[in-house]
């Protein structure tokens, strides 16, 4: 019914594939995730990009976005292997606008700050951000970094087309940013939106894609690089990955980072919240206090 919609709430959820990319890439498409477990009903957590690992633990920086204020910042989550259960959250970054896709390089922290206008890199040492700086004066949406024969790389989507209007952007030894000169290099809504950061097999360089074809960040789509050149870019389609099988988080599936022996992801669900989505529009304030406090 149409008075039930008003309820519907959209969750986010983070969580581990405990394979091996090799296993995936020439293997079953389906994938068996761990999702985290955590006490929060009045916020999730989404694009998950790994900071630290070690044999208790995963580290993960994530974006926090609570209900009641309808802005996202960048926290870290220490989340225990054996259980999945999240131990502890810590804000990291909060600006005036939205923050998102935390995108660690080069050992600096550069989140989605479209609405800023700008691309900043953070700092971060002995768990805090000591610093910062802009790293390229564009409002990009899901900027990923790559460093790629003897060049710097972002592809990245913007504001104008932000689900299927890829672009890239290349420079070298830290000069200026140059746009690639086939921009928008896709405008397929399958394949356009970086989904996670770059990886390799052996010589082949690969990269994910959000589909959102059917619904925003409905599954991934992995990418072979197959020339990528000031000049030109090509690329494949390998293999199409979603949640699918994993409940509850089986609607969506639009962030895949590659790391050593597993893959950080994350899922996404509806459902009808009759408590929390009504507090959160009507209350905000009393919700952010309540929020804050835990």
Partial sequence: MEIFNKFKLGIWNIGIIEKDIHDIIGGKQEVEIRWLKHKYKDRFFADPFLYNVDKENYYVLVEEFPFYTNRGYISMLTIEKKTMVLLK???LIEEPFHLSYP?????EIIPEAYRSGKSTAYKYEKNRIIGKYAIADMGLIDQTFLEYEGREWIFATDKDNPLCGLKIFYREDGGEWQPHVKNPVSTDIKTARPGGHFFRIGQKLYRPAQDSEKLYGHRIRIMEVLKLTP?????????????????PYEM???TFNVENGF?????????NSFFVKPLCLKLPKVM?????KR
């Fill in 89 to 91: 959250r810590e804000k």
């Fill in 263 to 271: 893959i950080v992801v994350d899922g996404y669900r509806e459902y």
């Fill in 231 to 247: 000049d030109d870019y090509k690329e494949k389609e390998v293999i199409v990955l979603s949640s699918q099988g994993n409940p």
């Fill in 103 to 107: 995108f660690v390089y080069k050992n």
């Fill in 288 to 292: 952010k206090f309540i929020g804050e």
């Fill in 252 to 254: 969506g599936f639009h």
